[in-house]
């Protein structure tokens, strides 16, 4: 079962206290709900930050060791181009 998170709607700009609120939220999610695959769907996100970048990854690697998957969609141009600078867009941009 897959778990689509409407990150945009909910972030449209993950920086400063809202990169804490953000990480927060991830990891509620992930330990709450039953999924095999987690989506975040950035569509409507401008913006985000290295610290959330961070809580993607840590995310990631905690779902990794579970079993499950995360997957990136409909992430803006810049927020991808941010992906392939910290050797993430061929992991999470499936």
């Not at 897959?2 to 945009?8: H, S």
């Not at 972030?11 to 206290?17: A, H, L, Q, V």
């Not at 499950?68 to 969609?73: A, E, F």
């Not at 991808?80 to 993430?88: A, I």
């Given at each position: 079962m897959?778990?689509?998170?409407?990150?945009?709607s909910k972030?449209?700009?993950?920086?400063?206290?809202v990169?804490?609120?953000?990480?927060?939220?991830?990891?509620?999610?992930?330990?709450?709900?039953?999924?095999?695959?987690?989506?975040?769907?950035?569509?409507?996100?401008?913006?985000?930050?290295?610290?959330?970048?961070?809580?993607?990854?840590?995310?990631y690697q905690?779902?990794?060791?579970?079993?499950?998957?995360?997957?990136?969609?409909?992430?803006s141009?810049?927020?991808?181009?941010?992906?392939?600078?910290?050797?993430?867009?061929?992991i999470?941009?499936?």
């Open positions: 897959d778990l689509v998170l409407e990150i945009g972030f449209p700009e993950i920086s400063g206290p990169s804490d609120t953000f990480a927060n939220y991830l990891n509620t999610v992930c330990e709450k709900e039953d999924f095999n695959e987690l989506v975040l769907d950035l569509g409507g996100t401008r913006m985000i930050s290295s610290m959330a970048m961070g809580s993607i990854f840590a995310v905690r779902l990794h060791e579970k079993g499950k998957t995360l997957r990136v969609v409909n992430a141009d810049k927020v991808t181009h941010l992906l392939r600078m910290v050797n993430l867009a061929d999470l941009l499936k």
